[in-house]
């Protein structure tokens, strides 16, 4: 587990994340987060943090964001 891992969870409880890809590379990782809420406007402050932290991560590039979402009927 990577350090970015376990601080990204201690930052957000509310969070789920992993490594999902480059496990087998030195100083580089693909990390998945899921957020779940009832709440549309709790989920984007949650989105609009997990950024900032990235952003305020001297040892983190953030490359790549995928947002995908999925509704109750």
Do not use: C, K
């Amino acid at each position: 587990m990577s350090v970015l891992t376990t601080d990204l969870r201690n930052a957000f409880p509310a969070v789920a994340v992993s490594e999902v890809g480059h496990q087998d590379q030195w100083q580089r990782t693909a990390l998945g987060v899921a957020l779940v809420t009832p709440d549309q406007s709790h989920l984007q402050r949650l989105i609009a943090g997990v950024r900032r932290y990235f952003d305020g991560r001297p040892d983190a590039e953030l490359l790549d964001v995928q947002i995908s979402y999925l509704e109750r009927p």
